[in-house]
């Protein structure tokens, strides 16, 4: 996942040669070409290829970043817990469903980045955080404590 946000960085950097004044931002031409999340697109032409797309678009280097890092960081968590194949369908399904919210929502606005997807999996570890609340803490008791602070920083800055 990671090496396909890079390499459709890059790509949306080439694309219309980085026209724009931000530094390391792809043009807004690459990323609407590249399939930003377009919700009269979606509905009128029946370019459902957008639903995904915008999860490996961004916005700045800046942005890549961050959602690298976050997608980094909670998804190698996961991933231990569920399996790659797992991680890998709550990843899309959170993206899938993330985008169609926001169209939704938010039908007039175009959009890329991960955190929908990014947001989904943090979803995923606060429903495994209820469930398994009791058992969290037996070995570690600063373990519960740990938990909620990482998942507060990830909210606050993604």
Request: one cysteine or more; hydrophobic letters at 55%; charged letters at 10%.
């Amino acid at each position: 996942i990671i090496m396909v946000d890079v390499i459709m960085f890059v790509i949306s950097l080439w694309l219309y040669r980085m026209q724009n004044t931000e530094f390391l931002a792809p043009n807004p031409k690459a990323l609407a070409t590249l399939g930003w999340k377009d919700a009269r697109k979606i509905k009128k032409r029946g370019q459902v290829w957008r639903f995904i797309t915008p999860v490996f678009l961004h916005a700045s280097f800046v942005h890549l970043t961050l959602n690298l890092l976050s997608t980094t960081v909670i998804g190698s968590g996961l991933e231990n817990g569920l399996g790659v194949w797992k991680l890998f369908a709550l990843y899309f399904i959170s993206s899938f469903g993330g985008v169609l919210f926001s169209c939704v929502f938010q039908p007039m606005r175009f959009s890329v980045g991960a955190s929908t997807a990014i947001f989904g999996l943090i979803g995923y570890y606060i429903a495994y955080l209820c469930i398994e609340w009791n058992r969290l803490g037996e070995s570690n008791p600063m373990q519960r404590f740990t938990l909620i602070i990482f998942i507060l920083i990830i909210l606050l800055f993604n």
